[in-house]
């Protein structure tokens, strides 16, 4: 490609994004291209140009290979000690009363290990009752990366520089090489999508006390770095402070918030208001810890949310799941919609609905239940798994992988989902994922044996041992390719 052709996609991606950019986000543009161009498998450069003018979904996935990858669990250390040597404290001894969370957002979070570091910081200094007193929200304009945020999954690399005993405590292992977050600190963090340029900031970011913005304004031009700077000062809340890199600071120092220092760190703060509520007199304490907390057990990976109660619909779940058991699906069928019609809110019912329908073949309508479970609640497993082998059965095996790895980031130990995956994966011929996956499915059938299947009804013509057999018969064939 000529420079000339990569100034229309530069275009496209400075409109869509609404962003001046630095010349420099764009140094690898040229080989991001060419990747997308090998994976949505279009032929020409102005065929790509046509789709990415077409398809925001696209312009993220090209946005996303541009974007700086450089983030680890505790990154910069200095900031973690300044908050919670000298930050934190402040905060919660000015709150205007007892009880007020502090609310922390990490501005351009990218795939979460900021804010998750955030917490486990302050969980290491003060113990795990300090959750109760913040709040911590992690904005960023790509959508990929921030699903990637809140699945919590991680690889070793994000964990450089970090101590064992941290990655011990905090996150479980599986598939030899991932690691879960556990649900004390996953469930304190909120994602939003926002371009940080724009205004008005989300609601749950707004009135921040405390906002880190590290390595994301050298991106952008001046004018937009200017923008974007006195966008976060209106967020931050009167006594608040802002911390950045170490070479963005100087770029800032325009006298909007003051310069402050602490031993070698420079950060910002926010004048306080010269009347403010004093706090109440008989304030509790901080909370110290005086020895390293105790090894907490391994965290289970995400669950699916628990269901409203819904009273007498529970009598039809249980029979529309009898009849299922059953193999009398259209009968099923006609309970469970009873339940989702008087209320529409049961994830469980819908769920049991949409693998109904599934077995029915009507992917469709499976497709589309699917959906209705995931707008209320996109960490359920069930509609991610009955959405990936509804693909799977039409074929579409690059929509079903998607849908299956979503599973394996809530449900490490769904067998059925990594078996799915290597078939989906065999499809597409990636012999070296699916013999991984059928390696895993492997040993969590010998470890387990069926019970994890992920499924509200599970019908199986084979027992534990048959499945093991069938997982090192396909790992044979795909070594002999």
Not at 206 to 223: E, K
């Amino acid at each position: 490609m000529t420079s000339l052709d990569l100034e229309h996609f530069k275009q496209i991606i400075r409109t869509r994004y609404q962003l001046d950019f630095k010349p420099d986000f764009f140094r690898f543009l040229q080989d991001a291209l060419e990747a997308r161009l090998r994976v949505t498998a279009t032929a020409t450069p102005a065929e790509y140009l046509h789709l990415l003018e077409n398809d925001s979904e696209e312009i993220a996935h090209l946005v996303n290979l541009l974007t700086n990858k450089e983030t680890y669990f505790l990154r910069e250390s200095p900031h973690y000690l300044l908050l919670t040597r000298e930050l934190f404290p402040n905060l919660l001894r000015d709150r205007p009363y007892f009880g007020k969370k502090v609310r922390i957002v990490s501005a351009g979070c990218s795939s979460g290990e900021e804010p998750y570091s955030l917490i486990i910081a302050l969980v290491e200094t003060f113990g795990e009752g300090v959750t109760d007193q913040i709040e911590v929200t992690g904005l960023d304009i790509n959508d990929e990366v921030l699903h990637h945020a809140s699945m919590a999954v991680f690889g070793r690399y994000s964990f450089r520089g970090v101590a064992p005993e941290i990655r011990q405590r905090y996150f479980s292992e599986f598939a030899g090489n991932r690691f879960v977050l556990n649900q004390m600190i996953r469930e304190n963090v909120r994602f939003q999508r926002h371009n940080l340029a724009q205004w008005p900031y989300p609601e749950q970011a707004r009135h921040a006390d405390l906002i880190f913005y590290r390595n994301v304004s050298i991106y952008y031009q001046p004018d937009t770095r200017s923008a974007i700077f006195e966008n976060l000062s209106r967020l931050l809340n009167p006594g608040g402070y802002l911390l950045m890199g170490a070479v963005e600071v100087p770029l800032h120092d325009t006298g909007v918030l003051k310069m402050n220092q602490y031993e070698n760190v420079f950060y910002f703060s926010k004048e306080p208001q010269s009347l403010k509520t004093a706090p109440l007199l008989h304030q509790p304490p901080l909370p110290v810890r005086t020895q390293a907390p105790a090894p907490v057990p391994a965290p289970e990976p995400p669950t699916p949310a628990r269901a409203p109660a819904i009273d007498d619909g529970e009598t039809l779940l249980d029979e529309a799941r009898t009849l299922a058991q059953e193999e009398q699906m259209e009968a099923a069928l006609d309970k469970v919609e009873n339940v989702v019609r008087a209320h529409p809110d049961c994830c469980v019912a819908i769920g049991l609905k949409a693998y109904i329908l599934l077995q029915l073949n009507r992917n469709r309508e499976t497709e589309e239940t699917c959906r209705m479970a995931l707008q209320q609640n996109d960490f359920l497993p069930l509609p991610h798994l009955l959405l990936g082998l509804a693909f799977q059965k039409g074929t579409n095996h690059g929509e079903a992988v998607k849908q299956l790895r979503k599973v394996i980031y809530l449900d490490p130990a769904c067998w059925l989902a990594h078996f799915h995956l290597a078939e989906s994966y065999r499809a597409t011929g990636d012999v070296k994922s699916a013999c991984s996956e059928f390696n895993i499915t492997l040993k969590l059938l010998e470890d387990a044996g069926l019970d994890n299947h992920g499924l509200p009804v599970f019908h199986s013509s084979y027992t534990a041992d048959q499945m093991v057999t069938i997982c090192r018969n396909q790992i044979r064939q795909l070594a002999g390719t």
